[in-house]
């Protein structure tokens, strides 16, 4: 079995003129790929969809995010940017999603991003 593979497509992108903001849906690979426990890593610049014609990289980003946010229906989670992981966590419950084969519940969600990166 594989890690588990987060895509994020996104849908708005802006300049603050100290960061770049980006929002967007966040998809997770299905079972039988695997989760484990403190994440599963995400590189948004090998795995971001351009869902606004911006072109990829996204523009003036050269880092990885410095803070990042997911809520879905079911899941919430964080960007942890020492790790460059996705932490998600069940919001029934409150706990972290078990090591093992991603949930059915979790690669079905509808889970909204929201990134912000340092500018180069």
């Avoid at 790929?33 to 014609?53: L, P, Q, R, W």
Wanted: net charge neutral; proline share 5%; aromatic share 10%.
């Amino acid at each position: 079995m594989a890690e588990a593979k987060a895509t994020f497509t996104t849908s708005d992108v802006w300049d603050d003129a100290k960061r770049v903001h980006a929002i967007g849906r966040l998809t997770v690979t299905a079972g039988p790929d695997t989760y484990t426990t403190g994440g599963i890593a995400f590189n948004v610049h090998g795995n971001t969809v351009d869902g606004i014609g911006l072109g990829l990289p996204l523009p003036t980003v050269s880092t990885q995010p410095v803070w990042g946010n997911i809520v879905g229906g079911a899941y919430f989670g964080q960007y942890l940017p020492a790790t460059n992981k996705l932490k998600i966590t069940a919001i029934s419950g409150g706990t972290e999603v078990a090591s093992g084969a991603v949930p059915a519940g979790l690669s079905s969600d509808t889970i909204t991003a929201y990134f912000i990166f340092k500018k180069f």
